[in-house]
């Protein structure tokens, strides 16, 4: 699904265009079931935006079990790209939270990630 934001064009990646640098592991983040990504909407006085994913614990690390950002400036690049999409809106009296996962063609830039090299 596609949001689209008023007064927001959306343009689609093509092959050879430019992604920021991270656009790769970013998209390998988005991919793993394992490491669910969402955006999240604060309203307010502190009113923004931010790309989270949950990560599993690691026992040999002993890392793990909390959310960490992803840098959003290449997230919103991948989005305006068209690579990443927001699903529906999920529960949340506080905040607007949806959950994040790869378009089509953020599939196939994944597959082939020479064709969309920074």
């Known amino acids: 699904m ?3 934001y008023a007064g927001a064009a ?6 050879g265009s430019a992604l920021p640098a991270g656009a790769q ?6 991919a793993d079931p394992s490491r669910p990504v969402h955006l999240v909407v604060t309203t ?6 931010s790309f989270v994913s ?13 959310y960490t950002a992803l840098p959003a400036a290449v997230c919103e690049a ?4 068209g690579l990443i999409a927001p699903g529906p809106v999920l529960q949340d009296p506080s905040r607007q939270v949806r959950a994040v996962g790869l ?10 990630p020479h064709a969309y090299a920074a």
């Open 2 to 4: 596609t949001v689209l």
């Open 10 to 15: 959306r343009h689609r990646a093509k092959p």
């Open 25 to 30: 592991d970013v998209l390998a983040v988005v």
């Open 44 to 49: 307010g006085r502190t009113a923004r935006r």
């Open 54 to 66: 949950w990560q599993p614990w690691d026992s040999s690390t002993g890392t793990g079990n909390c």
């Open 78 to 81: 991948l989005l305006e790209a």
């Open 103 to 112: 378009t089509e063609a953020g599939r196939r830039c994944q597959a082939r």
